[in-house]
């Protein structure tokens, strides 16, 4: 071997274990989605360089500089002791090769720590819900129930407000949502009015109960899935010692507050009461007493939560977010998904049925961007070991709702024994198809003339409107891939949207993210968020909540997965660009 050879392959050698620890969109986004994939749950690494050495390095882990000083002492002990050229060149090569790894560790490390400290910082500061506590309400007598606002499969939603609530003053203002004022619409009807939601502003779930028995117990057990966003004060403190065994298994301890996510604030049985429109809307389930005919039970379980003006199916058919709202939108679906996947729960029936909507009291309907919040637990699937794996034994085992945003890993399993369904990316594929609503487009898998995601394939897929965002455009194609091992988790899907709507400066550089430019943004960042408060940038609340979500959930390995996956965008939109 020459000497100019000996001086290539060494210095190549050092460039390539150099570029390990690098931003680079080939192998290490390939390997973050390989370790990605496998992780589910909040996140327990600690701070420590990450090892780009073979395994036979070991003992100089925990010392890069040194082992680099003494390649580098080695090349002039040989100079003098009449090693050969060859040697020396190799030996002076790789040295300054892993010295330069130790300078990207020490930043790597720092970057992290930054990271660890932001993130203290903000999850001291947990989303609290805006709405005061009560300490009654646990009787159905305590309620005024008002219309029908929902039906589903499986229960029944009306307007309510608490007896024992303190009387609304007659100059006060709608806390919920301010409807646009149009003076050349005074005439269309609407479907729900500022006086409804003062008068009205909680919702009461009465479930359809069908073969749980009438005792309370038996009732909370059967239906113990509808608990899982409950509030610490929302079962009576008798029954907080029942066992929610549930049909998945014994549920973990229920989910804390998060913005994007449903909160019931109370639970309780009560006999099933003949409300309006029961006898025209649902007869079948309603008890004999009531109609001869029905096959329900006496009792039932009743959830109270908070009203929500909208779904999301009600408000895309009166309006078509613009491409910022419309971001906002998905990346708060993205929050809460990521939520309820670090807490071991997976929704498993997401759908715009199921998504509920609201805007600040400062806004105007239709302007600025709606709260996005989550509703639904009946087919979540909520187990102790959060490892949202399910045995999938036989046929009989419910895999959630909604056939047609079932994702393909999901839908294509076949039952026996030994076979598991990993839910951990499930709910963020539903996410992606449902964004093709909210930026104005059909659903692709809802049926007739839609796609089966049980065998559709990734260039099947039809384009969205030029009006979305390019970076936007990447998360929800990379959000549809078939394999789940290539799909990023709801959690790096929400960082690349977040670095694409505020993250720009630090993004701005074509080829490669330097860690200690992403760790002075992130600085920044929080210094803004903490300075705004809970406005945002633009004085929208919704935007300061997703900031400090982000800001609270950070982690260093998922944000360089994000960042990898929007360096790839750019390069194969370049490519092409000059392909054309």
Same mark, same amino acid.
């Given at each position: 071997?020459?000497?100019?050879?000996?001086?290539?392959?060494?210095?190549?050698?050092?460039?390539?274990?150099?570029?390990?620890?690098?931003?680079?969109?080939?192998?290490?986004?390939?390997?973050?989605?390989?370790?990605?994939?496998?992780?589910?749950?909040?996140?327990?690494?600690?701070?420590?360089?990450?090892?780009?050495?073979?395994?036979?390095?070991? +003992?100089?882990?925990?010392?890069?500089?040194?082992?680099?000083?003494?390649?580098?002492?080695?090349?002039?002990?040989?100079?003098?002791?009449?090693?050969?050229?060859?040697?020396?060149?190799?030996?002076?090569?790789?040295?300054?090769?892993?010295?330069?790894?130790?300078?990207?560790?020490?930043?790597?490390?720092?970057?992290?720590?930054?990271?660890?400290?932001?993130?203290?910082?903000?999850?001291?500061? #947990?989303?609290?819900?805006?709405?005061?506590?009560?300490?009654?309400?646990?009787?159905?007598?305590?309620?005024?129930?008002?219309?029908?606002?929902?039906?589903?499969?499986?229960?029944?939603? +009306?307007?309510?407000?608490?007896?024992?609530?303190?009387?609304?003053?007659?100059?006060?203002?709608?806390?919920?949502?301010?409807?646009?004022?149009?003076?050349?619409?005074?005439?269309?009807?609407?479907?729900?009015?500022?006086?409804?939601?003062?008068?009205?502003?909680?919702?009461?779930?009465?479930?359809?109960?069908?073969?749980?028995?009438?005792?309370?117990?038996?009732?909370?057990?059967?239906?113990?899935?509808?608990?899982?966003?409950?509030?610490?004060?929302?079962?009576?403190?008798?029954?907080?010692?029942?066992?929610?065994?549930?049909?998945?298994?014994?549920?973990?301890?229920?989910?804390?507050?998060?913005?994007?996510?449903?909160?019931?604030?109370?639970?309780?049985?009560?006999?099933?009461?003949?409300?309006?429109?029961?006898?025209?809307?649902?007869?079948?389930?309603?008890?004999?007493?009531?109609?001869?005919?029905?096959?329900?039970?006496?009792?039932?379980?009743?959830?109270?939560?908070?009203?929500?003006?909208?779904?999301?199916?009600?408000?895309?058919?009166?309006?078509?977010?613009?491409?910022?709202?419309?971001?906002?939108?998905?990346?708060?679906?993205?929050?809460?998904?990521?939520?309820?996947?670090?807490?071991?729960?997976?929704?498993?029936?997401?759908?715009?049925?199921?998504?509920?909507?609201?805007?600040?009291?400062?806004?105007?309907?239709?302007?600025?961007?709606?709260?996005?919040?989550?509703?639904?637990?009946?087919?979540?699937?909520?187990?102790?070991?959060?490892?949202?794996?399910?045995?999938?034994?036989?046929?009989?085992?419910?895999?959630?709702?909604?056939?047609?945003?079932?994702?393909?890993?999901?839908?294509?399993?076949?039952?026996?024994?030994?076979?598991?369904?990993?839910?951990?990316?499930?709910?963020?594929?539903?996410?992606?198809?449902?964004?093709?609503?909210?930026?104005?487009?059909?659903?692709?898998?809802?049926?007739?003339?839609?796609?089966?995601?049980?065998?559709?394939?990734?260039?099947?897929?039809?384009?969205?409107?030029?009006?979305?965002?390019?970076?936007?455009?990447?998360?929800?194609?990379?959000?549809?891939?078939?394999?789940?091992?290539?799909?990023?988790?709801?959690?790096?899907?929400?960082?690349?949207?977040?670095?694409?709507?505020?993250?720009?400066?630090?993004?701005?550089?074509?080829?490669?993210?330097?860690?200690?430019?992403?760790?002075?943004?992130?600085?920044?960042?929080?210094?803004?968020?903490?300075?705004?408060?809970? #406005?945002?940038?633009?004085?929208?609340?919704?935007?300061?909540?997703?900031?400090?979500?982000?800001?609270?959930?950070?982690?260093?390995?998922?944000?360089?997965?994000?960042?990898?996956?929007?360096?790839?965008?750019?390069?194969?939109?370049?490519?092409?660009?000059?392909?054309?």
């Amino acid at each position: 071997m020459s000497v100019k050879h000996a001086i290539s392959r060494g210095l190549e050698l050092g460039r390539s274990v150099l570029q390990l620890g690098l931003f680079k969109s080939g192998g290490r986004v390939v390997a973050k989605l390989r370790a990605d994939c496998f992780r589910v749950g909040p996140s327990g690494r600690t701070v420590r360089p990450q090892a780009f050495l073979p395994s036979r390095y070991r +003992y100089y882990r925990t010392s890069l500089k040194g082992l680099a000083a003494q390649l580098q002492s080695a090349v002039f002990r040989r100079r003098f002791t009449g090693g050969s050229p060859r040697n020396r060149a190799v030996f002076l090569a790789f040295g300054l090769g892993v010295g330069l790894i130790e300078q990207q560790l020490e930043e790597d490390r720092k970057s992290a720590a930054t990271c660890q400290e932001i993130q203290a910082v903000f999850r001291k500061k #947990r989303f609290q819900s805006p709405r005061q506590p009560f300490t009654s309400g646990y009787k159905l007598e305590d309620y005024i129930i008002g219309k029908q606002i929902g039906k589903g499969s499986n229960a029944a939603v +009306y307007e309510a407000a608490a007896k024992f609530a303190p009387p609304k003053t007659s100059d006060s203002k709608c806390s919920l949502v301010q409807l646009k004022e149009d003076e050349e619409e005074v005439e269309k009807p609407r479907s729900l009015t500022c006086c409804s939601l003062r008068n009205f502003p909680l919702a009461v779930k009465m479930m359809w109960n069908m073969g749980a028995g009438s005792s309370s117990e038996a009732i909370f057990e059967s239906m113990s899935q509808e608990l899982v966003p409950a509030g610490p004060l929302a079962l009576k403190q008798e029954n907080e010692q029942i066992t929610l065994d549930g049909h998945f298994g014994v549920l973990p301890k229920t989910l804390s507050a998060h913005p994007n996510v449903i909160r019931v604030f109370r639970a309780f049985t009560a006999d099933v009461p003949l409300l309006p429109g029961a006898q025209e809307e649902y007869p079948d389930v309603l008890p004999a007493r009531l109609n001869p005919d029905g096959l329900g039970n006496n009792r039932t379980l009743f959830l109270v939560m908070k009203n929500y003006p909208y779904t999301l199916r009600q408000y895309l058919k009166e309006s078509t977010p613009g491409r910022r709202q419309g971001s906002l939108m998905m990346l708060q679906l993205l929050e809460g998904v990521d939520h309820l996947c670090r807490q071991g729960v997976a929704h498993r029936d997401l759908k715009s049925d199921n998504i509920l909507l609201e805007f600040d009291s400062g806004q105007k309907m239709f302007n600025g961007c709606p709260r996005v919040v989550i509703t639904d637990f009946g087919c979540c699937l909520a187990q102790g070991d959060s490892s949202l794996q399910l045995p999938y034994t036989t046929r009989w085992v419910c895999r959630g709702g909604n056939g047609s945003l079932m994702a393909p890993e999901v839908i294509t399993a076949v039952p026996g024994c030994g076979v598991v369904i990993d839910y951990s990316k499930a709910d963020a594929w539903a996410v992606g198809a449902i964004a093709y609503e909210i930026f104005g487009e059909h659903n692709p898998f809802y049926r007739p003339v839609g796609l089966e995601s049980r065998r559709y394939q990734e260039k099947q897929l039809p384009p969205l409107p030029s009006s979305v965002p390019a970076d936007v455009q990447l998360v929800i194609r990379l959000l549809l891939r078939r394999n789940p091992n290539q799909r990023p988790s709801a959690r790096v899907a929400a960082n690349m949207l977040h670095l694409s709507l505020w993250g720009r400066k630090a993004l701005a550089k074509q080829d490669s993210v330097s860690m200690k430019k992403l760790a002075d943004w992130l600085l920044c960042q929080s210094a803004v968020v903490l300075l705004k408060g809970c #406005r945002g940038p633009s004085g929208n609340r919704v935007e300061a909540e997703l900031q400090r979500s982000f800001l609270s959930n950070l982690d260093m390995e998922d944000l360089q997965t994000a960042v990898g996956f929007l360096l790839y965008g750019r390069e194969q939109r370049q490519a092409c660009i000059l392909s054309t």
